[in-house]
């Protein structure tokens, strides 16, 4: 007897539930497996409420002074620790969250929510309550029968599409649908039942007469204007059409090619910018504007900003074919960028920035925010944080007084871990990556651990001069975050670093410098190098040299120019230093070329010394004789060391270039091998 009641008390099972922060969730049945650690629900009870899939709620706005989210409920999930239950809903728009004008929002009745085909899924505990979303004839009768209006009642008779900006009738049928629990597709067609397009054109219709009986006279009198001014345009265009030729017609036309591109789904092929050229010996400029060769001089100044950028077309296309896929989707990527100085990477990542936001501005591509952070401009690793916060929130110069960087991560954190329909796109530029390095690594983490939350909307695109940075200077929890998603810079050619400088001169003149003379300069930078800054300015300085004989670039300018730059002051000095000085410059170079970043520390400086004396049977100097080194090269300006206050731990960083230091070490036999690697 007493195993028969065990047996009927078994068969009864129990409700199963969830926990949610501190609240309880209650399914209200065993749930269909979607996959591992993933179950969907046709419903649940929380907070008292019973939430079931086609369920209109509530969300809590992240920020309290904003009305609430609203969301239609497509599913219910039940994840595995640390997830826990979830809601997916279907976003519904108010009119100041779409792509409105100011005028057109105010036309629109605040209880008017517009269907959408964006989804999220959010945490159950950001659901705040459950509220009513009619139709619009459904709306009308019950707010009639109603005394006072009701607030967490809603109409929609439109549905939005976020990535085009443009709006289509829905009908009832797919509003109020509540889907098949198994399958998760809609139980009938939306074309079918009593509320078809044609009825929901009515009842715009209607709603709208009534909208406008409560405009004000002005308004009134405005909308009178506009209606006469697009009547006007309807009978040039029947007049365009009989062959009428006017202004009207011309207006009318512009109007309707306008009204063809509005709304335009973007083009799945994309249009490279092209190099604005002229031909070989024309000249930009006018009388009176000085020399050719001033033009000249200005046109290869590293600043200036070329309309092109060639020979890097296919990296251009790789970055600008996985933003434009991030940005469209809505989600969160990362893409790591590497070269060495001088092979274009920053250039090609704002010429996309540049292009992306023509086609934005056109309509073409959904709206996002370009930010750009280079980490040499930072005081503190740290700061990327006010800085990033500052730039998405378009703060004022009293805010950025206000916003500390503890609290801007705090306020960052938050933004890309809450789901919001109305946020846009963030397309972040972070440059010279390396510079954030920190014990910790804690920001370079934030940075490639955002953009892989589920409600960031967050792309990243890091640059550094280093290919294994990630591997050689980053941790495997940083490291594993940044991806597959890699594009690597090779050094420029003698036939490219030829082909920069000369669309560089097509603009210009082309005939002021010698054939002969702008391939010495690319082979020369080439072997070093391949960095077209330094092509740039050994053509500019080759040009200075000949303006003062008054004649056009020869050969014998691009060699003065060469032995000029060999031959400078900072290399001529460090050609000068001591054994133990140059042994130290070595050292630097290469700690620069282990850590990937370059700064250093004195202790790993005197190691590498130290390991540099007895591989070449050369006595260590003592501790404190390499520090007097490293004074002396600090007071000489060949290095930029921190204050001796912390003593082994001070910083270290060279004053010059790379390439500088290897050529007046050239013969040193460390210095050939890592000019080898290079």
């Not at 640390?82 to 209880?111: C, E, F, N, S």
């Not at 086609?359 to 700061?383: H, S, Y």
């Not at 082994?648 to 013969?667: G, H, S």
Request: with cysteine.
């Amino acid at each position: 007897m007493v195993k028969t009641k065990q047996r009927k008390r078994a068969k009864k099972k129990p409700q199963k539930s969830t926990a949610s922060g501190t609240l309880v969730v209650h399914w209200i049945d065993d749930g269909v497996k979607l996959a591992p650690g993933c179950r969907r629900h046709a419903g649940a009870k929380y907070r008292g409420e019973e939430l079931t899939i086609g369920d209109f709620v509530q969300l809590r706005n992240p920020d309290a002074d904003e009305l609430p989210f609203i969301g239609k409920i497509s599913d219910l999930l039940e994840y595995a620790a640390p997830d826990g239950p979830m809601v997916k809903v279907t976003w519904l728009y108010r009119a100041a969250d779409t792509r409105m004008t100011t005028a057109q929002i105010q036309k629109h009745d605040p209880h008017e929510l517009f269907y959408s085909t964006a989804t999220d899924e959010n945490d159950i505990s950001s659901v705040d309550a459950k509220c009513t979303v009619l139709s619009l004839r459904d709306y009308k009768s019950r707010r009639s029968a109603a005394k006072n209006g009701e607030e967490d009642v809603y109409f929609c008779r439109r549905l939005y599409e976020p990535i085009t900006g443009t709006f289509s009738p829905v009908s009832e049928k797919k509003l109020l649908s509540k889907g098949d629990y198994t399958t998760g597709s809609p139980s009938d067609e939306d074309s079918a039942g009593e509320n078809t397009d044609a009825a929901v054109s009515d009842a715009d219709s209607e709603y709208d007469d009534e909208l406008e009986k409560r405009k004000p006279p002005a308004a009134k009198k405005a909308a009178a204007k506009r209606k006469a001014r697009a009547q006007q345009d309807v009978e040039d265009d029947s007049e365009d059409d009989t062959g009428t030729k006017g202004a009207g017609a011309h207006r009318a036309k512009r109007r309707r090619a306008a009204a063809r591109g509005k709304g335009k789904m973007f083009s799945a092929r994309f249009k490279l910018p092209t190099l604005r050229t002229k031909p070989a010996g024309t000249s930009s400029r006018t009388e009176g504007d000085g020399s050719v060769l001033d033009d000249v001089r200005q046109k290869l100044h590293v600043s200036a900003v070329p309309d092109g950028l060639p020979c890097r077309e296919v990296e251009f296309y790789t970055i600008c074919e996985f933003v434009r896929d991030q940005i469209s989707s809505g989600l969160g990527g990362c893409m790591f960028v590497s070269g060495v100085p001088g092979t274009g990477k920053t250039a090609t990542i704002r010429h996309v920035a540049t292009a992306l936001q023509e086609e934005r501005d056109e309509g073409n591509l959904v709206p996002f925010d370009f930010v750009e952070i280079n980490g040499m401009a930072l005081t503190a690793p740290t700061q990327l944080y006010a800085e990033l916060w500052h730039a998405v929130n378009q703060s004022s110069a009293e805010e950025r007084k206000r916003v500390t960087a503890a609290s801007a991560l705090e306020l960052l954190r938050k933004r890309f871990t809450t789901p919001s329909p109305r946020r846009q796109c963030t397309v972040v530029l972070v440059d010279e990556l390396d510079q954030l390095w920190t014990r910790k690594q804690e920001v370079m983490y934030n940075i490639f651990d955002w953009p892989n939350n589920r409600h960031s909307r967050l792309v990243v695109v890091a640059v550094a001069n280093t290919m294994d940075l990630p591997e050689r200077v980053l941790v495997h929890r940083v490291s594993s975050r940044v991806g597959l998603r890699r594009l690597t810079f090779q050094p420029y050619t003698r036939e490219q670093l030829e082909e920069i400088v000369k669309s560089r001169l097509n603009d210009v003149a082309a005939d002021v410098f010698a054939n002969d003379a702008v391939e010495l300069c690319a082979r020369k930078v080439a072997a070093v190098s391949g960095d077209a800054r330094r092509a740039l300015d050994l053509c500019r300085r080759a040009a200075e040299v000949a303006q003062l004989r008054g004649q056009t670039v020869a050969l014998e300018d691009i060699r003065t120019a060469l032995k000029e730059m060999n031959s400078s002051p900072m290399i001529a000095a460090m050609q000068q230093c001591t054994l133990h000085e140059q042994l130290f410059l070595v050292a630097i170079l290469s700690r620069f070329r282990q850590r990937g970043v370059e700064e250093t520390f004195l202790s790993e400086v005197c190691q590498t010394h130290v390991a540099f004396c007895r591989a070449r049977g050369i006595e260590p100097p003592t501790m404190s004789t390499m520090a007097s080194v490293c004074a002396r090269l600090g007071a000489c300006r060949i290095l930029l060391v921190e204050s001796g206050e912390r003593d082994v731990y001070q910083r270290i960083r060279l004053n010059c270039n790379l390439d500088d230091v290897m050529f007046a070490l050239r013969d040193d036999p460390t210095v050939k091998v890592l000019r080898s690697k290079a």
